[in-house]
């Protein structure tokens, strides 16, 4: 007892520890020691005690050299954890070492839901190999994940699932959980289902607890559940687990039959991967960009500078149609970053609202009116500010009063024109079933540019000439 | 057994509903309609039948007048759990259709993590009002949960927790659950302590049924545990969540001794606040922008278009520097959108990716000088693909080839400035303890609009008059 506590005092996950999780600085040092002192067995007691998150994030710090020995030595011993566990951007060179057979091993060891994110991603070939050297029964579970669409619950979810029947008793179903044998430590709740399967309650682990072990399920069960089916979209069983505090839920098919169920632990990941999504979407970086190689990279992002490239430069037809006006008057020129910049930013404030609250649902379609009307109100108020504001600070600066009033009605109607564009451009995007976060934000910049150039050149050459 | 299963295939939660989850159309129609005939009964028993969640969501969407009919109706049978669900749009309104003493049952009947959501934004005065109301010892637990600081671990904590000393057997640990009485559904792991109360254990309830009931605990716990700080910052406990994948942990005090436990839904929102934060934050908008009333919006985002006016301002005596070069040429004037653009845009793409990998942890400061060194090299593909392309369209474009040459070098420079900067700075102002999703994103944008502008001008002015 004693023993056990002043154990935890020295625990370097405990309180005083810098790093809540990850790799720690000291695993680090320890598995390079080993590394170049070549003792294997003291990686092999490491790969044991250690969290196989931070064996697989430890994987992802080394050096490609460090890493490639590492891998090397303990090909063998790597638990199938910290191969499901391992990041993206070294997925493919684990992969290479480990084999085709190593692979295999790993996807046995995994509940179905990890061992299909393992393959997902490799080529068909690959794929086929890694099944033929599965077990039958486990190959055509498999089988039936991949042949769901990527995205989908089918993907997500696991195909271990606890179901009993409604007549059985607290004690035939913990007798029937113990049985079971190999369960998982993310069973947190059974199924009760009908004889064809269908899903009719849920009892938590702590219910069962609770009561009599001569309890009939029937009488304690939840009916009050939420099924999945298996093709919904994984964005959109991210909002159903985040709205109902769910720990699980059952998946079922298109005849209702319970296929699998789905667990917090793999809704965590979407939930922060579609709130990111629409971050790096808005700024036309890939998600993963990170991690990706120089040319990759170089490829994605241009694509997207190139059509603000062409927007750009239609904005610069726009400013030399007002060739003679600038040729008369320099400091219409000077004054271009304003008569843009403004209506754009305020435009773009409008856009990532729109987009997130329709992402969040918090935007439906008859609130479309409602939310036009805030936002074009909230434009008036801002308008009249800059105007004035804006249009005083550049009469002072250029000793010009009429050019200062042309630059404030200009951005007045600019940022007028961007709360309601910026409303209505994702809102019919998203009606469009596309994703808004994507394009929203360059077609309101465009609108913004050529309308805030076009209106204060405009509005100088009739009334300054 | 057979009703049950046909009654779900009527059932509207199931396959066959278009929304997964929130205020279904029907709903709403059930109560509007129950409130005009003042059906008083409909409307409680729908409160009965329906999640707290669902309930929460009606009384967000509902219109102003209806949502006060309806409050009315209801507020004394409103469940706790509905008004801890409430969206921040609606709280403040139902708060005071409820008063002190309503809110005082609602405290009473919450865990304590979600009593302290409630009262904590609260002015000072209606918290007083509120303990005063609740009974002594949940108001020293609630006086203890509002001294934590905001968005701690201690403020995300439950305390109520099943701790149990490691030489009890697993049927002793089975009776004190059952005991306890009032067990909530979020009980997924007992807390195995040592006398000291110190955490030195964890048992999952899975765990627990598959041991026979005279196991000692000692021999079946997991010591890999986790513990948290209490003072320890929510964004980190999400980080250690998702790493882990844990459904709870413990919390403990600077002398170690467990204090409380979080939960997995407490994390998922947390998760998704912080990656909606920084997309919030990038674009300027508050994260509940969307259900602020006009005012209070237009007053938070022209704060930060004052900073893009200012410096926007700075950009324009850059160019009016030039004034003279611009009289000769007026083509310059045409071009300075695409001068600054393409710097800015690109500048953008590495801020997002670099403040999202520095919030994720996943850029440590010794990565530093290996990301600006794969942000250079994509700047150089880029930079030198850009200006060719754009150097040669307006050369066509203007029949002028020192004009499209200058452009070239100009967009070169400004697009590597772009990446170099735009991994410095976020990196810096992150080593300052400030948030780089805040700042960066101006600031890079001031410095590539003003070395845009600058260097182009510059150049034309020094190799084509």
Redesign the interface.
């Known amino acids: 007892?004693?023993d056990?506590?002043s154990l935890?005092?020295n625990?370097p996950?405990?309180?005083e520890s810098q790093e809540?999780?990850?790799a720690s600085a000291d695993l680090q040092e320890k598995v390079l020691k080993a590394l170049s002192e070549n003792q294997t067995n003291v990686l092999f007691t490491l790969l044991e005690e250690e969290?196989a998150?931070d064996i697989a994030?430890l994987i992802r710090?080394l050096k490609s050299e460090d890493r490639h020995l590492f891998l090397e030595t303990v090909r063998h011993q790597l638990p199938a954890e910290v191969i499901s566990e391992l990041d993206e951007s070294v997925r493919d060179e684990v992969f290479e070492i480990l084999g085709t057979s190593g692979l295999a091993v790993a996807v046995k060891d995994l509940n179905t839901d990890d061992a299909l994110d393992l393959i997902e991603d490799l080529d068909s070939e690959q794929q086929k190999e890694i099944l033929r050297a599965v077990p039958a029964g486990e190959r055509a579970i498999l089988e039936e994940g991949l042949g769901y669409p990527e995205d989908s619950a089918g993907r997500l979810m696991q195909q271990e699932v606890v179901c009993v029947p409604?007549?059985w008793t607290v004690g035939e179903a913990?007798s029937f959980?113990?049985d079971t044998g190999d369960?998982?430590?993310?069973?947190?709740t059974i199924y009760v289902v009908?004889?064809?399967h269908?899903?009719?309650g849920e009892i938590?682990?702590?219910?069962l607890?609770?009561h009599p072990l001569d309890t009939q399920l029937s009488d304690i069960m939840s009916?009050?559940?939420?099924?999945?089916?298996v093709m919904?979209d994984q964005e959109?069983?991210g909002?159903?687990?985040?709205?109902?505090?769910l720990?699980s839920a059952p998946v079922?098919d298109?005849s209702?039959r319970i296929v699998g169920m789905i667990t917090?632990?793999d809704?965590?990941?979407v939930?922060?991967e579609e709130?990111?999504e629409?971050?790096?979407l808005?700024?036309?970086?890939s998600e993963s960009?990170?991690?990706e190689p120089?040319?990759t990279?170089?490829h994605w992002?241009?694509r997207?500078?190139?059509v603000?490239?062409m927007t750009?430069?239609l904005?610069?037809?726009v400013?030399?149609y007002f060739?003679a006006s600038?040729?008369q008057i320099?400091?219409?020129?000077?004054?271009?970053?304003?008569a843009?910049?403004?209506g754009g930013?305020?435009g773009?404030?409008v856009?990532?609202?729109v987009v997130?609250?329709l992402a969040t649902?918090?935007?439906?379609e008859k609130d479309t009116w409602r939310a036009v009307g805030?936002e074009v109100?909230?434009s008036l108020?801002?308008g009249s500010?800059?105007a004035l504001?804006?249009g005083s600070?550049v009469s002072w600066?250029l000793h010009d009063t009429g050019l200062g009033l042309i630059l404030a009605l200009g951005l007045f109607f600019n940022i007028i024109w961007a709360a309601f564009a910026g409303t209505l451009i994702p809102i019919l995007i998203h009606r469009l079933n596309l994703d808004p976060a994507i394009s929203a934000g360059p077609i309101l910049a465009t609108t913004t540019?050529i309308f805030g150039?076009a209106i204060f050149l405009g509005l100088a050459t009739l009334f300054l000439l």
Request: net charge negative; aromatic share 12%; hydrophobic share 55%.
């Open positions: 007892m004693h056990e506590s935890l005092e625990d996950k405990g309180a809540l999780y990850g969290h998150a994030d710090v409604p007549f913990i959980i113990r369960v998982s430590d993310s069973l947190y009908d004889p064809r269908h899903p009719v938590s682990l702590s219910t607890f609770k009916t009050d559940i939420r099924l999945i089916p919904e959109k069983v909002h159903l687990f985040r709205h109902y505090a720990v079922i298109a209702g917090f632990d809704v965590m990941s939930i922060e709130a990111e629409d971050l790096m808005m700024a036309k970086v960009d990170f991690y120089v040319l990279t170089a992002r241009a997207w500078l190139i603000i490239l750009t430069l904005a610069s037809l400013i030399s060739e600038i040729q320099t400091a219409l020129a000077f004054l271009l970053p304003v843009s910049a403004i930013s305020s773009m404030q856009v990532t609202v997130r609250a649902n918090s935007l439906r805030k109100l909230v108020i801002i500010f800059f504001f804006a600070l600066w540019d150039f």
